[in-house]
C-alpha cells in the first residue's frame, strides 16, 4: 500500500496530496520497524523488571528494600 503525505503551502493556499516518494517510503517503513522494536523492548524490560520484583518479594524481601536494590 502506498502511503501518502499532504503537503499545504500557506503562502499560495495550495494544497497537494501525493504517494510517498521511494525514499520516503523507506524510510516510513524503518522508521515504523524501529518504532515496533523501541516498544517489544520496552515491554520486554518491563515483564523482566515484574518478574524479578515477584522472585525477590518471594524471598521475602519488602517492597522498600527491593527498591534500593
Known amino acids: 500500500m502506498a502511503h501518502q503525505i499532504t503537503i499545504h503551502d500557506i503562502a499560495t493556499g495550495e494544497t497537494v496530496t501525493r504517494d510517498f516518494t ?13 518504532s515496533k522494536k523501541t516498544q517489544a523492548d520496552r515491554e520486554a524490560a518491563a515483564a523482566a523488571k515484574k518478574s524479578a520484583y515477584k522472585k525477590l518479594a ?12
Open 22 to 34: 521511494d525514499a520516503e517510503q523507506t524510510q516510513y517503513l524503518a522508521d515504523n520497524a524501529s
Open 58 to 69: 518471594a524471598l521475602g524481601l519488602t517492597a522498600d528494600e527491593i527498591a534500593a536494590l
